[in-house]
């Protein structure tokens, strides 16, 4: 599990992440930016942060789970959305997710994703530890 933590001096993060986060061994997994897409590649959740939220944070356990790993397993999140407005929406989602100690995280505005229908994306770095470590193509 990465271990996260808030610094004395430091203004505390308001949300579902900590300050920064140790790497713990392990192997490292980079997780390309998902958006709410089914495993059909239907939009979920149209309109709806929360929903669209919850299902990225869905694609990525199961993304992790092929490998062996798990949302603990998450060291650092970047979170990219539309209308920063819809933040208590989100970190109410991501309280769903993970637990404490809470991973890095960075939450950028931008004015569109690729499709307009999609309101969030989220690309996450995790961290293996070797013994749980398991190949996605041998299932």
Same mark, same amino acid.
């Given at each position: 599990?990465?271990?996260?933590?808030?610094?004395?001096?430091?203004?505390?993060?308001?949300?579902?992440?900590?300050?920064?986060?140790?790497?713990? !061994?392990?192997?490292?997994?980079?997780?390309?930016?998902?958006?709410?897409?089914?495993?059909?590649?239907?939009?979920?959740?149209?309109?709806?942060?929360?929903?669209?939220?919850?299902?990225?944070?869905?694609?990525?356990?199961?993304?992790?789970?092929?490998?062996?790993?798990?949302?603990?397993?998450?060291? $650092?999140?970047?979170?990219?959305?539309?209308?920063?407005?819809?933040?208590?929406?989100?970190?109410?989602?991501?309280?769903?997710?993970?637990? $404490?100690?809470?991973?890095?995280?960075?939450?950028?505005?931008?004015?569109?994703?690729?499709?307009?229908?999609?309101?969030?994306?989220? !690309?996450?770095?995790?961290?293996?530890?070797?013994?749980?470590? $398991?190949?996605?193509?041998? $299932?």
């Amino acid at each position: 599990m990465a271990q996260g933590f808030n610094v004395p001096g430091v203004v505390e993060p308001f949300g579902i992440f900590s300050s920064a986060a140790w790497q713990p !061994e392990g192997r490292v997994l980079h997780i390309s930016g998902h958006v709410s897409q089914d495993a059909e590649g239907h939009t979920v959740g149209q309109g709806d942060m929360a929903a669209q939220t919850r299902q990225i944070l869905e694609n990525i356990r199961d993304v992790l789970a092929s490998v062996g790993g798990s949302m603990d397993d998450i060291a $650092k999140v970047t979170v990219f959305v539309t209308n920063v407005a819809d933040i208590a929406a989100i970190h109410a989602v991501r309280a769903e997710f993970f637990s $404490k100690p809470y991973p890095a995280s960075t939450l950028v505005q931008v004015a569109q994703l690729i499709d307009p229908d999609w309101l969030i994306e989220i !690309e996450a770095v995790a961290v293996i530890p070797i013994e749980r470590i $398991k190949d996605p193509a041998n $299932k």
